[in-house]
């Protein structure tokens, strides 16, 4: 193999170059430190793509696809409810996954764009760590090292791989492989009704397939409040998701272009056969062969690689962010946290509030939630107040045609602080940022009580909320704990 001689030197090496490592990279370069970034991600044509997996076969993929296919539904289920009548609707999977990825080369393409107008160095290639100061990266049959002052680790995560079924092309598939599907399956199975599963499970349902989707857990969405998650199951029964809960996967057997699945449910053992077996049973960081031995990384008991608040490894100057660190693996805590590492690197004071990173799951209904939960404030035995609000009282919910749902806000019973808001129904990933900038300001729900919202609106059903905690709503029957 051919090694270079390289005297490329950088205030600041990048590896990744998804939503944690991309923003960091601007971001150091737009504070005037001279960056790289490193990433070897290759699109269908084998070319650089940046973005890593969140735009590339991740988050920005699966909601062109749940776009799609929530259209289609509306389409042939409700269109005819507003005075609009057509007949013989249909899809065409080849139009959907060509906008899908339009949709994706033209945000991966953004991101080249971006750094070319911030002066980012793009080096594609796999990196490694040779010393704390010094990396080597590696293209097809060439080496060449580059040294850097800082080194930021944003190699993202992967999908969980599990013993019992083991990947097959195009039938037992991971997320990414359910994302490229050229034709509806008559019958999915889904391992993992997390975020994942469920966005996926709703894709295909919607387009005709039947989808049974198994999870381990006894409880549904158990990271979310309790009252929230039991309404959204209630809600994709209705639509048709078979969630069988308590079901742990045996085996998975491919057998004439089938899979053959053993489950135990309550401990009894049933079988069942689908066309595609999608699992989603979350993520592992991507952490192996990144750095040399003699570079010392610690990792946590669970295999993150450790740091700090400020997301600073044992070893100075080399720091660790998004997927690979502690914390929900989510895109926006990875950007926010490159951007805190690219300021703290830059000389200036910043810091990250880890309590308030919102969660959401795109399924219809959409599921948003920020702060503490009902059961996890009465396991700590904190007083609080709740109070709620039904979209079903909303004017603008019932002009959308879209009711389901509530806002549910927790607030300190002595003190009034907001301390969680959690939301099923319509737009629930964009009114959640209402909520997480009333709490970053230490908002009381008094205070969002007295604010003027417009009407009519989505957000009403926010304020309506607030003044429940009190019992005060105007729009429902409220009642003061």
């Known amino acids: 193999m051919k090694v270079t001689d390289n005297k490329n ?130 293209q097809a049959e060439e ?88 309404e959204a199951q209630r809600q994709f029964k209705k639509q048709g998701l078979d969630i069988r809960l308590n079901s742990r996967l045996m085996s998975a057997e491919v057998k004439k272009n089938k899979v053959e699945l053993i489950f135990k449910q309550e401990e009894k053992e049933q079988q069942l056969t689908a066309d595609k077996l999608i699992v989603a049973v979350g993520r592992t960081p991507n952490v192996e062969k990144i750095w040399h031995e003699s570079v010392e990384l610690l990792l946590d008991e669970r295999g993150f690689i450790n740091v700090d608040e400020q997301c600073e490894t044992n070893v100075p100057g080399i720091y660790a962010i998004g997927d690979v660190v502690r914390g929900p693996m989510l895109a926006h805590k990875g950007s926010e946290e490159g951007v805190m590492v690219a300021e703290l690197i830059a000389g200036k004071p910043q810091q990250m509030n880890y309590d308030l990173i919102p969660s959401v799951v795109y399924t219809d209904p959409e599921i948003a939630w920020v702060g503490k939960t009902e059961q996890e404030l009465k396991a700590s035995g904190i007083r609080y107040n709740a109070g709620a609000f039904p979209f079903a009282a909303n004017g603008r919910a019932k002009a ?69 905690v009190s019992g005060a709503a105007i729009h429902a029957v409220s009642r003061k704990r």
């Open 9 to 138: 030197e950088f205030d600041v090496v990048v590896i990744g170059a998804g939503p944690a490592g991309y923003v960091a990279a601007i971001r150091c370069a737009q504070l005037g430190l001279n960056t790289a970034c490193v990433d070897d991600w290759k699109d269908e044509n084998g070319k650089a793509a940046l973005g890593g997996t969140c735009l590339n076969v991740g988050c920005i993929p699966s909601k062109a696809l749940l776009e799609s296919s929530e259209k289609y539904e509306e389409s042939i289920r409700h269109i005819n409810e507003y005075g609009i009548v057509y007949q013989d609707v249909s899809f065409d999977v080849a139009t959907m996954q060509a906008r899908k990825n339009k949709i994706v080369k033209e945000l991966t393409g953004g991101i080249a764009q971006l750094f070319k107008a911030n002066n980012v160095t793009q080096l594609f290639g796999r990196a490694f760590i040779k010393s704390t100061r010094q990396l080597e990266i590696t």
């Open 143 to 230: 080496k060449k090292v580059i040294s850097a002052k800082h080194i930021i680790i944003a190699t993202g995560s992967s999908p969980v791989a599990i013993d019992c079924a083991q990947l097959t092309a195009d039938i037992i598939v991971d997320s990414s492989g359910a994302l490229a599907f050229d034709k509806v399956p008559e019958k999915i199975c889904v391992i993992g009704a997390g975020v994942i599963g469920l966005e996926l499970g709703s894709v295909w349902r919607r387009l005709g397939a039947e989808v049974v989707v198994l999870e381990a857990q006894h409880e549904f969405l158990a990271i979310a409040d309790q009252q929230i998650a039991k």
């Open 400 to 468: 959308l045609g879209n009711t389901t749902g509530q806002v549910k806000i927790l607030a300190d019973a002595e003190t009034d602080r907001i301390l969680g808001v959690h939301i099923i129904g319509p737009q629930a990933s964009e009114l959640i940022a209402q909520a997480v900038i009333s709490m970053e300001l230490s908002a009381s729900s008094e205070d969002l009580a007295m604010m003027v919202f417009a009407h009519p609106s989505l957000s009403e059903a926010l304020h309506e909320a607030a003044l429940s």
